[in-house]
């Protein structure tokens, strides 16, 4: 394929790909621009056809023909997206699409081309010196002190503003893809949804104070990027805008983004807009899809990095009541929470807090009856194992009507009744909630509690352990005989004549329970210790309740007799995740420590 015959001249004459003009030149050389902040590397080429040259300027995501050496000096580059700009006085071509098609040698340049060459080396020398020195704009600054007028922190309102913008189906002027912009580019215009509108909040520092809101958009290449609004900008368009609405923006400054911490959106740059900005709403949205939503599995969470934005998509399995705290760090303000755990088909299970109104309001669908739910940007922690916290640009989406959603459905379905099971928790809550699991680094070793000397403070001590049970007592009982009273698991007194009393409820029952408390050891590679544990973990360990092993034992079938030690024997060289209290107990007029496990979780 050979170059185009004039076909520079046409591109300046305002001949464009989407007109139809993809026309064949050849790169001349291609240097990198210095980029300040760290951002994406970015690199400019001189093009040349038949006649001319002219100086361009490849966008991102073309970095990779860089990288393979594929777009080096003398390839033949077929132009199928352009766009041109006016940069220093000078028109450069932004390359956003090209396909290579072949490799020239420098004897096949015409005479006059390589002339041209030549005399335009110090004229792209000074532009290099240019474009190097355009000046960064300042950061924002994080450190900005920021209160929430409204304690609104999630967005999940299925109402919306009406929009008083006005409504344009047709392109303004060049309109490109978020991944086309930089900060050369001066005058462009990109198409996208709005996924996410925070509330207004108010910000204060040493240059002044004012009040801002922040978007975050999606275009139709899936590309997305963050836009802000500051003072005069926020009272003219926050009433405007309208989450899941498609606009035309114009007229931002785009700058370095440096609000990654409470994003997920990975984009080197972010919009601010002023209220000289132009932004048209558009009703042709069928190339831009509602979100981009990357799910990450919960059982996945535990290695992810804390202050990591993720998300998730999950079904409620509990929600707590609303609740309200008050926070020092805000001036003894009053804060509404809600903690909501949620398990999805991998079996991991979590703690979510949503904060503010969202967690006083009542969700489009009630947490009862355990809607899956779509959670966009949120926040991992490490209070409490792994969990995670709405932020300002969260968003929940209730019953999404996605693919990953319909396969969460059949698989909540695919168990009796629709009930969940047992997950495997990430995150311990408070409140007594016995379904949560200790996290990875917290362990230690059945050692560390003679080394260090556990158990032997005022108060008890707390440990973590991963083990197996290699022996577990019961030539006697391993029970005791319980109240039935569901409020007492009192010992009862056997009278005899079949009936059972409780000092505590002062009553007599035709009946008991039987509950567990067992002695084990347990042994991992440091060495071994005796531990005691009650009903609840007890169960977890031998799969039957204490009546239902009394009955195995007094059984005058020898088989029933077997099972019952088959079942201990089974229990046996497993491994566990346990949690276990340890304190020195004064026996005998002496001391000695006692480890009870809280806790335990089959490996």
Request: proline share 4%.
């Amino acid at each position: 394929m050979s170059i185009s015959v004039g076909a520079i001249k046409s591109i300046q004459d305002g001949q464009t790909s989407a007109g139809g003009f993809t026309p064949v030149l050849k790169v001349a050389y291609v240097k990198p621009i210095n980029v300040a902040n760290g951002g994406a590397a970015r690199y400019k080429l001189q093009l040349m056809d038949d006649q001319t040259s002219v100086q361009g300027m490849l966008t991102t995501q073309l970095n990779h023909l860089i990288d393979s050496n594929d777009l080096r000096e003398n390839a033949l580059v077929l132009l199928e997206e352009y766009m041109t700009n006016i940069l220093q006085g000078q028109q450069i071509v932004i390359l956003m699409k090209l396909r290579i098609v072949g490799y020239a040698a420098d004897s096949n340049i015409p005479q006059n081309q390589q002339q041209q060459q030549q005399n335009h080396q110090h004229q792209n020398q000074n532009h290099q010196q240019s474009m190097n020195s355009y000046p960064p704009q300042a950061p924002y600054q994080s450190s900005n002190n920021y209160s929430n007028n409204n304690n609104n922190n999630m967005g999940m309102n299925n109402t919306r503003p009406v929009a008083n913008l006005p409504v344009n189906n047709t392109p303004v002027g060049n309109v490109i893809p978020i991944s086309a912009l930089n900060p050369y580019l001066t005058r462009w215009t990109i198409k996208a949804r709005i996924t996410s509108k925070s509330d207004i909040r108010s910000w204060s520092n040493a240059k002044g104070s004012g009040t801002l809101f922040s978007i975050d958009l999606l275009d139709a290449e899936g590309t997305c990027i963050r836009a802000t609004f500051f003072k005069a900008a926020c009272d003219k368009f926050y009433q405007c805008l309208s989450e899941g609405h498609v606009y035309y923006f114009s007229n931002g400054k785009l700058k370095a983004n440096n609000s990654s911490q409470w994003s997920n959106i990975k984009n080197n740059y972010e919009i601010t807009f002023d209220e000289r900005s132009d932004i048209k709403e558009c009703f042709d949205t069928s190339d831009i899809k509602e979100m981009s939503l990357n799910f990450v599995n919960i059982i996945d969470i535990q290695n992810k990095e804390v202050n990591e934005m993720i998300d998730v998509l999950a079904i409620v399995k509990n929600a707590s009541d609303a609740s309200e705290i008050i926070s020092q760090k805000q001036g003894n303000k009053i804060l509404h929470k809600r903690d909501l755990t949620l398990m999805d088909a991998s079996g991991g299970e979590i703690r979510l807090t949503i904060w503010g109104d969202k967690a006083t309001q009542e969700p489009p669908f009630p947490y009862y009856e355990q809607p899956i739910i779509a959670f966009k940007c949120v926040k991992v922690g490490d209070f409490g194992g792994r969990s995670l916290t709405g932020v300002g640009s969260t968003v929940m989406t209730f019953n999404p009507k996605l693919p990953e959603a319909s396969q969460l459905h059949e698989w909540r379905t695919s168990f009796a009744d629709g009930k969940l099971p047992e997950g495997h928790s990430l995150s311990t809550t408070s409140g007594g909630d016995k379904g949560a699991k200790e996290p990875y680094d917290r362990r230690k070793a059945i050692s560390s509690i003679k080394d260090l000397h556990l158990g032997y403070s005022e108060k008890a001590d707390f440990i973590i352990v991963k083990a197996s049970i290699t022996y577990i007592k019961h030539d006697n009982d391993p029970w005791y005989e319980a109240c039935p009273s569901a409020d007492c698991n009192k010992k009862v007194t056997d009278n005899v004549n079949g009936t059972y009393t409780c000092e505590k409820c002062n009553n007599t029952y035709d009946h008991c329970q039987r509950r567990f408390i067992l002695s084990v050891t347990m042994a991992d590679a440091s060495g071994q210790g005796w531990f005691s544990l009650f009903n609840d973990a007890a169960e977890k360990i031998l799969g039957h309740t204490a009546d239902e092993l009394h009955q195995l034992k007094t059984s005058l079938d020898d088989a029933d007799v077997n099972r019952y030690e088959a079942i201990f024997n089974q229990a046996l060289f497993k491994e566990y995740v346990i949690k276990a209290r340890v304190k020195a107990e004064l026996v005998n007029d002496e001391q000695r420590v006692k480890n009870t496990i809280l806790n335990c979780y089959p490996v």
